[in-house]
């Protein structure tokens, strides 16, 4: 089994940023492709970004130029940078992964964007 530990949620100002980290352990060969989703109150879950073993990213239109997702192969590690945030990224934000054909999802980080 693999278990996604997140951390890097908190309470932020407009305008602010935060930076998430998602790191994957246990029964693990090969993390292929891993990414962020999040899920607004009273919205249905949606996707944030993700990113290939080799570098290639995806954004959703709603954060581009705002969001940057990276990883580090070695350390099993995903993060998200959040810039420009607006009281609309808040969300509980999920991490999932893929080892193989198999999607693991980490419990979720609530990010409140509030003055």
């Known amino acids: 089994q693999v278990q996604l530990v997140e951390s890097g949620g908190g309470l932020v100002q407009p305008g602010g940023s935060l930076r998430h980290s998602c790191a994957a352990s246990?029964?693990?060969?090969?993390?292929?492709?891993m990414g962020w989703y999040r899920q607004a109150p009273g919205k249905q879950r949606e996707l944030v970004a993700t990113?290939?073993?080799?570098?290639?990213?995806n954004y959703a239109n709603s954060v581009k130029c705002r969001f940057t997702i990276s990883r580090d192969n070695a350390k099993n590690t995903v993060y998200l940078q959040m810039n420009s945030l607006k009281p609309e990224d808040t969300a509980v934000y999920y991490c999932?992964?893929?080892?193989?054909?198999?999607?693991?999802w980490g419990k979720g980080t609530l990010v409140t964007v509030s003055s």
């Open positions: 246990g029964s693990i060969f090969s993390i292929s492709t």
């Open positions: 990113i290939t073993r080799g570098g290639s990213t």
């Open positions: 999932n992964a893929y080892v193989a054909l198999t999607g693991y």
